[in-house]
């Protein structure tokens, strides 16, 4: 079988469907999201030719902010936008083979935003598909050529395609000259290109920025002086976008400035941006990414410092915090913060750029570490307070729900650098509009709309029956994708091991990495706690008591190693290398399987992905087996290197049916793992 297939570049994205005939439109309204919603539905048309569809804007009590009704004859909503998402729905049902019952959609987060981790002279932090999209460099930031607006209108729509309707323009290590007059001309017309979309533009801010850009004398929050700058600039920014979102703050955390440089809490620092930003409507997101070297367990400290603050927030302030309780790790239990805030809107924030997910080099579908999280019982309203229902309204009346992404978009021309990179930016989206959905089915729509081959390639002889597609390519790949988080935990930081990264780039390993001098909780070590007794991190009662930041049944629960699961073992208890494991092995032979059958799982996800060949336009084939190439290499690295390292401590052989290591440890210590 030889399909004609077309290179692709990736740059489609999941929106490459081309129209399959005509479709008749009837909407009595007219505007620029209208215009956008009928032009995509002309477009990408896949349903009988001829038939007709009526776009109607009108209120109806079971529809929900942007949501919609839809059957295969008409989208209902209250909004324009609720049309355009309606229409996206509709294309994706019918290029997925799913059937258009009536039916409702509601958003699950009112807002769903993406954060740009991206710097103003054009870099961006954690970034590894190449340079902003936004800013260019130093020089000539600021300008906004046709190019860039051709670009961000893509990005605009890809977005709106999946339901995200916020965008966070900068980094949140935010530089102050972000809010001088000429950066802010420059916000402005990237939100009007944004606009049309449905997506709202938000910034990061620099909390010195009145000192530092205003050349007064401090940034104390309560000085007068202070409010009144945030007060003009705010103005200054609502003149040029009325819908402008609000502001993200990373106070306090790793060197920024924050309230507590003046004797200042969170709550006043947030507070007085909420109030200038109030009269307009924006929200502060304000991040409890924060922990200081003095304490014994930074998994400890957002929840420590803030905890006392709830309730002592302003109803537009929305406290940001991660999924986890240390950093993006491949895995972690969730933050004890989600659901115990009872007072305080709290956002979930994640991170599609994988960072410590093998970066733009490893096939890592993060789906199933969100739903994991989200699907996370808290226990704090009684059996079944999920992560999600604690922050989408369901269980907290909350003011403004919200739920943000940290992006991995850059110049690279398939936008995310690794093609099945932006699988995790489709699924972001997804989730943040039904946080239910399972990770199986975002798998099979994205796999459908980013690989089937179009209409047009199937009208050659060789046509591929969807039949053989499906079993072909679809089921085996989607297996792949979604066994590949449990691999990278595998080759990775198995049972609950965490932060083993080697130091800054945190791509390879490294939990030797402890140079002389750096903060403990910069180090490996710190979470290891390796030695001749054993490894883990102790958070029972008898520990640092991490486990009573937890409502119970969960605090009983992790805290006793019998009950612990085995998933979070290590990151919960410090246990000698021959304690007995559920299936009857010793910690140290269950932990040498779980690295070796990681990296097996890679070796496996090879085959698979070499088999698909022919169901794959070389380009895109070509690069994803490069990069499996240099995953399993990497991995290979992990084990190697963790195994070595580790069995110094437990001085116990490594099972003899497991492959021996190939790298030497040494080497290893000594290698620079830059990503590539
Ligand atoms: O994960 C860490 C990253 C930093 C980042 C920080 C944060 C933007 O290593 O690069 O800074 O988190 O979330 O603030």
């Not at 001829?50 to 004859?73: Q, R, W, Y």
């Not at 999600?388 to 919200?402: E, L, P, V």
């Not at 509009?433 to 399972?438: E, F, G, S, T, Y």
């Not at 994708?481 to 130091?503: C, D, K, Q, T, W």
Request: with cysteine; proline share 5%; charged share 20%.
């Amino acid at each position: 079988m030889a399909l004609s297939l077309h290179a692709e570049n990736g740059h489609n994205l999941w929106l490459r469907s081309k129209s399959t005939g005509s479709v008749k439109i009837i909407c009595s309204k007219s505007s620029v999201t209208l215009n956008i919603a009928k032009q995509e539905l002309k477009n990408s048309w896949q349903g009988k030719s001829g038939a007709t569809i009526e776009l109607l804007v009108k209120s109806d009590p079971l529809i929900k902010g942007d949501g919609f009704k839809i059957n295969s004859g008409k989208i209902q909503a209250n909004t324009e936008l609720g049309i355009l998402y309606g229409v996206y729905e509709l294309l994706r049902h019918q290029q997925t083979g799913q059937s258009i019952n009536n039916e409702v959609s509601n958003p699950s987060y009112e807002r769903r935003i993406l954060d740009h981790w991206d710097n103003l002279n054009g870099t961006i932090e954690r970034g590894y598909a190449g340079l902003s999209i936004f800013w260019h460099n130093e020089k000539d930031s600021f300008t906004v050529t046709e190019k860039d607006k051709i670009l961000w209108q893509e990005y605009a729509r890809a977005n709106a395609s999946i339901g995200i309707n916020g965008a966070v323009l900068n980094n949140v290590n935010a530089s102050p000259q972000m809010l001088s007059s000429e950066c802010l001309k420059k916000v402005k017309a990237i939100a009007d290109v944004l606009r049309p979309f449905g997506i709202r533009t938000y910034l990061s801010v620099n909390f010195a920025s009145p000192a530092v850009l205003g050349g007064l004398k401090t940034s104390d929050p309560l000085d007068v002086e202070v409010i009144k700058w945030w007060e003009t600039k705010v103005k200054e920014i609502y003149s040029l976008i009325p819908d402008f979102g609000g502001f993200l703050v990373k106070a306090n955390s790793e060197g920024q400035p924050g309230p507590q440089d003046f004797g200042r809490t969170h709550a006043d620092g947030a507070n007085m941006m909420a109030d200038a930003l109030k009269p307009f409507g924006g929200i502060v997101m304000w991040r409890a990414f924060v922990y200081s070297q003095k304490e014994k367990d930074r998994a400890m400290q957002a929840y420590s410092e803030f905890m006392p603050l709830d309730g002592k927030f302003r109803n537009n302030v929305i406290i940001q915090v991660k999924n986890g309780p240390v950093d993006f790790q491949p895995r972690e239990p969730f933050s004890p913060l989600f659901g115990a805030m009872k007072k305080t809107s709290v956002m979930p924030e994640l991170q599609i750029t994988q960072e410590y997910l093998g970066q733009s080099i490893h096939m890592v579908f993060l789906a199933t570490m969100w739903e994991e999280f989200l699907q996370s019982d808290t226990y704090q309203e009684g059996i079944g307070s999920t992560v999600a229902r604690c922050t989408d309204g369901s269980i907290f009346q909350q003011k403004y729900t919200a739920i943000a992404g940290v992006a991995n978009i850059g110049l690279d021309t398939n936008w995310c650098g690794h093609p099945f990179a932006q699988a995790n930016w489709y699924a972001f989206g997804r989730l943040t509009w039904n946080d239910r959905l399972k990770s199986e089915q975002i798998a099979d729509e994205w796999l459908k709309l980013t690989f089937k081959p179009t209409a047009q390639e199937n009208k050659t002889e060789t046509t591929v029956l969807p039949i053989e597609w499906n079993h072909n390519f679809l089921i085996p790949v989607k297996q792949m994708m979604l066994e590949s988080r449990e691999a990278a935990v595998n080759y990775m930081m198995p049972l609950g091991l965490h932060h083993i990264f080697a130091g800054n780039n945190h791509y390879g390993p490294g939990p030797w990495y402890a140079p002389k001098g750096l903060r403990p909780d910069w180090t490996p070590p710190y979470y290891h706690q390796a030695d001749t007794n054993g490894i883990g991190f102790d958070r029972t009662q008898t520990g640092s008591n991490a486990v009573s930041q937890y409502r119970e049944p969960l605090n009983s629960k992790f805290n006793d190693v019998k009950t612990c699961p085995e998933i979070y073992l290590l990151w919960f208890h410090h246990l000698p290398w021959n304690y007995q494991m559920k299936r009857g092995r010793s910690l140290w032979a269950e932990m040498c399987y779980h690295y070796e059958n990681g990296l097996k799982q890679v070796r496996e996800f090879q085959k698979v992905w070499d088999k698909v060949q022919p169901y794959v336009d070389p380009e895109r084939f070509n690069l994803v087996q490069n990069k499996l190439r240099k995953q399993c290499i990497n991995a290979q690295e992990w084990k190697d290197g963790c195994l070595l390292y580790f069995q110094q401590f437990s001085g116990l052989p490594i099972p003899y049916d497991i492959e021996r290591p190939v790298n030497d440890l040494n080497d290893l210590e000594n290698r620079n793992f830059s990503k590539e």
